[in-house]
């Protein structure tokens, strides 16, 4: 059996004199647990918060985790390509083309991996319908938000190896055979 009490000010104060007047009708009634609804709500949402948190933290995960392997492809590939970068600075090559070049490879690696993660999210947030609360499994702002981080991302993960691919010097680059 609950009884629930609507009070002014502070609820937990208000406790001990709603026990007295339980008492005074039957003293012999247990009172165990008085909480507000406060309480009542937050333990309700317990489980829920608690998926969403574990969700959020290895989404968080993931994008680390994803930002630091496309920093890596990507300095292994302008490493593999110094000596074609130094001999398109030695023709003529300014630095913003260089930089272009580098960034459009590794953007649009990002993209078609983004394109097929879409696909992939639209067929899996239909077994998460449950976890998800406020939100449908289609809804236009989250996956655009969510693109548009990882997009802003993985540019700074492919800018980083692209910048420094601006910086090789040609004739290092023409001796590195």
Request: with cysteine; glycine share 8%; charged share 15%.
């Amino acid at each position: 059996m609950s009884i629930a009490a609507r009070t002014e000010g502070n609820p937990n104060a208000m406790a001990q004199s709603i026990k007295q007047e339980i008492w005074k009708v039957d003293p012999q009634l247990p009172v165990s647990r008085v909480e507000t609804m406060d309480e009542m709500t937050a333990g309700s949402f317990a489980a829920r918060r608690f998926n969403m948190s574990l969700l959020t933290l290895f989404a968080g995960l993931a994008l680390v985790l994803a930002a630091i392997g496309i920093y890596g492809v990507m300095s292994y590939a302008v490493t593999q390509r110094t000596q074609e970068i130094g001999i398109r600075m030695a023709l003529g090559a300014r630095t913003s083309d260089v930089l272009r070049i580098v960034l459009r490879n590794g953007m649009t690696l990002v993209l078609i991996g983004i394109a097929l993660g879409l696909g992939g999210a639209f067929v899996l947030t239909r077994l998460m319908v449950t976890l998800l609360f406020g939100v449908t499994p289609t809804d236009a702002f989250t996956i655009g938000l969510v693109s548009m981080v990882l997009i802003v991302v993985a540019f700074i993960a492919c800018f980083i190896p692209a910048r420094r691919a601006t910086k090789v010097d040609p004739l290092v680059a023409l001796r590195y055979e």
